[in-house]
């Protein structure tokens, strides 16, 4: 059995949630649409009432936002675990920030298309204390 440096499916989900990262701080929908599989589903209770959106209506709420990128914010993306339930299906825990807005993203992927993407994203948040 292979380690996880050295799987080239572990190295897949890593290279995706990287993109990932990449499409939350620049607010770039394109890589976004390359690491989301079209019918994605985008969900959190966080509020305390159940939001969820498709790609459809997730990918222009992203282009509608000045990008943390753009307001020089520092990157705080870090991957937390990812765990495969089979050759083809692996959960990822991600952290990243966004605003005032602290992260936790259970991401479910799937290897579909010869690639692996995102199906789903269910995620919860914390505002940041003020520094």
């Given at each position: 059995m292979s380690g996880p440096s050295t799987d080239p499916q572990f190295a897949?989900?890593?290279?995706?949630?990287?993109?990932?990262?990449?499409?939350?701080?620049?607010s770039d929908t394109s890589i976004l649409r390359r690491v989301f599989h079209p019918k994605a589903l985008y969900a959190t209770a966080t509020d305390g009432i159940l939001l969820e959106l498709d790609m459809d209506r997730y990918f222009p709420i992203?282009?509608?936002?000045?990008?943390?990128?753009?307001?020089?914010?520092?990157?705080?993306?870090?991957?937390?675990?990812?765990?495969?339930?089979?050759?083809?299906?692996?959960?990822?825990?991600?952290?990243?920030a966004i605003g005032d807005k602290a992260?936790?993203?259970?991401?479910?992927?799937?290897?579909?298309?010869?690639?692996?993407?995102?199906?789903?994203?269910?995620?919860h948040y914390d505002i940041k204390p003020v520094q």
């Open positions: 897949a989900v890593v290279e995706v949630l990287y993109h990932y990262f990449d499409g939350l701080h620049r992203v282009d509608g936002r000045p990008s943390p990128a753009s307001r020089g914010e520092e990157r705080a993306d870090r991957i937390l675990s990812i765990e495969f339930a089979g050759p083809v299906t692996a959960l990822a825990k991600v952290q990243c992260f936790i993203d259970l991401l479910s992927l799937v290897y579909v298309d010869g690639r692996w993407q995102i199906i789903a994203k269910v995620f």
